[in-house]
């Protein structure tokens, strides 16, 4: 039986902290790292599989033969083997065979820390290395400020594979081809940040990438992970940050994958009442296990460090908070105080927020939660999980709700868009209209919209406007943008020819001007997390289903004030409250000609009078276009 060389690159430092779960940059030892050792050059492996009797490196190297390279279990019983191996170059391919003492059970796994794998349906992984050479330190050097939570905020969701194909040749846009074509796309609509569906490795598109397999590698579909560091450069060439999703809440059951890694429930939790996701058909990571919260806080950082990502979007945080979490009674066990809370994954949500904002103090970490779970996005030392912010899932659906209904019958349902401010500041929320929302038969948002054409992008055009004036960070999924007619598709491409049309064309030019407002208009990002950048004129026109409100900022000079008008009807010398006397100036119409509006219910004469309303000393009367929003300044 051959053996690999021996050498280690853990320290007896390294292994402490690895057992404690305290190693955060785990991504440094263990994997297949291309060395000289002796003055001969090669790659040293190194795999946790502490139930292993003997494991193995096959590859391309050596005809996938076991006999050839067997790695060496380290003696502090820490379950690590490793080895080096000489001649073996950056692009061979290789997998794990290991052997379990458990049974006779003999897997061949990919390397949980590999840097790159095969194509799918291939599953090997393959040593890599690069030197990519960083070109944005000054995006680095200025990057808190973009990310602050004062500053405008407002994310364009994509999934690579189908945001634009190559449709002559019938496939993916490559990382290099959307290093041009995504980014410029994206600094045109005046976004701040990007977010990408999963670009880890993952064996399944069906799965939106939400299926890991290889953590610590950006999928092959697209390019090499140095073509992925270059489209991360391009975006931060252009001030835009880029957010990636990361899935700590679960791992599928594929063959090569961290499920029963070594014969053992290595990575999953063994209770299936707390190791397997029945709606995904997935496992559930161990989060009591000291090395499997390395393994994925490492993830975390590794992500950050590597990458340079400006923040961590976590997929469904609130699968991972409680045990009961969609299972029936009898199917979860309280925890040691007789509650639903999973404490072990609470811990974890905390120690992996500390470890990123220390070592990252200019990220972001979002949370997707859709509980009433408390202080979300609140610190640590005050009580909560320490996120950055949190979705605002029950706006969306509130919101959504509304916007469906025929607005003859707005009025009676004008609390579903009001209720959000009852809470909207008990966390730094972020208003989203994610994919999840246009697939599955709930319709593209343009198709939620009642009424005819007009009255669809009428629609949707204030919702938009809503969203933008309303408190909390923003985002949109791909295509919303334009109107987007059918629901999206993971296979396809976006319905880039509806382009040609005015009524498509006037929706992405309201979304570019709002990107725009938001940036420009210190009232709608100063105070977006704070009641003191809001309020009410008047939420209670039922009738005319009209709502009117201010945004402030530090300086009271920015102060905005915004009127929507939510059925089509347009009302004539419609009177609203001011905060003082003066001579407004219209900042934004949702209404005008170049959003394919009316452009008919122009303002002219703008100067408050004495006249009491809305309990307020001085009023105006306006011109509410249909299905419009107005935002005005003092002058």
Known sequence: MAQTKVHSLFTEFDINLFKAGKHYRLYEKFGSHIITLDGIKGTYFAVWAPSAKSVAVIGDFNFWLEGEHHLNVRWDGSGIWEGFIPGVEKGAIYKYKIHSSHSNIHTEKSDPFARRCEHPPKTASQ????????????????????????????????????????????????????????????????????????IMEYPYDPSWGYQLTGYFAPTSRFGYPDEFKFLVDKFHEKGIGVLLDW???????????????????????????????????????????????????????????????????????????????????????????????????????????????EAFPDVQTIAEESTSFPKVSRPIYDGG???????????????????????????????????????AFTENFMLPLS?????????????????DEWQKFGNLRLLYSLMYTHPGTKLIFQGGEFGQT???????????????????????????????????????????????????????????????????????????????????????????????????????????????????????????????????????ELNLPPLGMLAFKFK
């Not at 029963?260 to 999953?268: A, K, M």
């Not at 699968?319 to 066990?333: A, I, K, P, T, V």
């Not at 609390?415 to 809470?423: E, H, K, V």
């Not at 105070?527 to 402030?552: A, C, M, P, T, V």
């Open 247 to 357: 899935v700590p809440s679960h791992f599928p059951s594929d063959d090569h994958g961290l499920g029963y890694f070594d014969g053992s429930h290595l990575y999953e939790h063994p209770d299936r009442r707390k190791g397997y996701h029945q709606d995904w058909k997935s496992l559930i990571f161990n989060y009591g296990r000291n090395e499997i919260k390395a393994f994925l806080i490492s993830n975390a950082i590794f992500w950050l460090d590597q990458y340079h990502a400006d923040g961590l979007r976590v997929d469904a945080v609130a699968s991972m908070l409680f045990l009961d979490y969609s299972r029936e009674e009898g199917e979860w066990e309280p925890n040691m105080f007789g509650g639903r809370e999973y404490l072990e994954a609470i811990d974890f949500i905390k120690e992996m927020n500390t470890a990123v904002y």
């Open 486 to 620: 059918s629901e999206w598709d993971f296979n396809g491409s976006l319905d880039w020819h509806l382009l040609q049309y005015d009524v498509h064309k006037g929706a992405q030019a309201l979304v570019r001007d709002l990107n725009n407002l938001y940036k420009k208009e210190p009232a709608l990002h100063q105070k977006q997390f704070s009641s003191e950048g809001f309020e009410w004129i008047d939420h209670g026109d039922h009738e005319n289903s009209i709502l009117s409100y201010i945004r402030k900022g530090e300086n009271p000079k920015d102060n905005i004030i915004v009127i929507l008008n939510l059925t089509p009807i347009p009302r004539e010398n419609y009177r609203v409250g001011l905060p003082k006397a003066g001579t407004l100036k219209e900042i934004f119409n949702s209404d005008s000609k170049k959003y394919n509006g009316t452009d008919h219910y122009k303002n002219k004469k703008l100067s408050s009078n004495k006249k009491r309303w809305n309990h307020r000393e001085n009023s105006i």
């Open 385 to 423: 999980l320490g996120f950055g912010m949190k979705w605002m899932m029950g706006w969306m659906h509130d919101t959504l709700n509304y916007f469906a209904k025929e607005p003859i019958y707005r009025k009676h349902h004008q609390n579903d868009l009001t209720f959000s401010l009852n809470y």
């Open 435 to 451: 994919h999840d929302e246009v697939v599955y038969g709930k319709k593209s948002l343009i198709e939620k919209m009642p009424g």
């Open 127 to 198: 040593v890599w290395e690069d030197n990519y050479q960083w070109k944005d330190k000054k995006w680095m050097k200025n990057r808190k400020k973009n990310n602050a939570l004062d500053a405008p905020f407002s994310v364009y969701e994509v999934h690579l594979g189908s945001w634009k194909k190559q449709t002559e040749e019938n496939r993916f846009l490559s990382y290099y081809e959307l290093a041009d074509e995504l980014v410029n796309y994206v600094a045109d609509m005046n976004f701040t940040h990007v977010e990408f569906m999963p």
